[in-house]
């Protein structure tokens, strides 16, 4: 089933039901904010002080990180704007009674060309079933070349933090944002403090271990993954959050940041896409 629904607010969203899960996907920002398997815990994190405000990213599921990563230019704001962006609804089908899948559209625009002076086009495709597979798929309509930075910035819901270990990045080389130095990860990450690491090589699946669950990761168009957590401090001050909400997740970020930044010539397309899919261990 999929639904066209409003929230009190007028905020407009999409609900989509099938044998497998369940999801709800915000026409602003194409912001994909609930993704659950029937009788489980959900596989993304939402924040409970979100705002579901127009122009207000909401703080957890899968923000769209566009056409920037975090403040890598200086004209755009943070992360861009596609993900405060209003989308406009594609196809949608149910392939069958466990998969149902949905595209949304952005497009230029006058409001938009003054903030980012390229003609473009950006599909986003997500397929719910037992697993969820996002594809943004970034198309230069102009006839210059675009140098793009882009990221799926997952709040994954892990029960408690202290639980969580990530596999898949031992010796990958990354760039730690609070301290602005370049470091060699050593085996596993643990979570025990503030973390924004972005890695660099990362070519194979991640994976997200918490008590209950393995939740796989797995990437195409894409060699660079950012791991953050603002643990207490940097929670109490982070809008859309609540003090104690740092203990309930972590982001890792399917991305293109820093020097995996990607050149779409005129014309060209790129496409950045993972799958979440989980295995249960107990
Ligand atoms: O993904 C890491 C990061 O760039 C952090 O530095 C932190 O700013 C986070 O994104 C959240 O950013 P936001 O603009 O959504 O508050």
């Given at each position: 089933m999929i639904t066209l629904k409003k929230l009190e607010n007028g905020f407009e969203y999409i609900e989509v039901e099938n044998q497998s899960a369940h999801a709800k996907i915000a026409l602003q920002g194409a912001h994909i904010f609930h993704f659950a398997r029937h009788?489980?815990?959900?596989?993304l994190w939402l924040s409970q002080?979100?705002?579901?405000?127009?122009g207000v990213a909401i703080r957890g599921g899968v923000p769209i990180c566009w056409?920037?990563?975090?403040?890598?230019?200086?004209?755009?704001p943070q992360h861009g704007f596609a993900r405060t962006a209003m989308w406009t609804l594609g196809e949608c089908q149910e392939?069958?009674?466990h998969t149902t899948e949905i595209t949304l559209i952005l497009r230029h625009n006058q409001e938009r060309l003054k903030l980012w002076h390229y003609k473009f086009e950006l599909c986003l495709s997500i397929t719910i079933s037992d697993q969820l597979t996002m594809a943004l798929k970034t198309t230069n309509l102009d006839t210059r070349a675009m140098k793009l930075t882009q990221a799926l910035h997952s709040y994954f819901d892990?029960?408690?933090?202290?639980?969580v270990r990530i596999k898949g990045l031992d010796q990958k080389p990354y760039h730690d944002s609070l301290k602005d130095q370049e470091k060699v990860q050593e085996g596993d990450l643990f979570i025990t403090k503030e973390v924004d690491v972005i890695y660099q090589k990362v070519d194979k699946r991640i994976q997200l271990i918490t008590k209950d669950s393995i939740l796989n990761i797995d990437n195409s168009g894409s060699s660079s993954l950012v791991v953050w957590n603002p643990w207490r401090e940097k929670c109490k001050h982070t809008?859309?959050?609540?003090?104690?909400?740092?203990l309930q997740f972590v982001c890792i970020e399917s991305a293109n940041a820093r020097e995996d930044f990607r050149i779409i010539p005129p014309g060209g397309t790129h496409i950045l896409s993972a799958t979440i899919s989980k295995h249960r261990i107990i």
């Open positions: 009788h489980e815990r959900p596989i002080k979100s705002d579901f405000k127009k056409p920037a990563f975090a403040k890598s230019n200086p004209d755009l392939i069958d009674a892990v029960g408690a933090i202290s639980d809008s859309g959050m609540s003090e104690g909400d740092y």
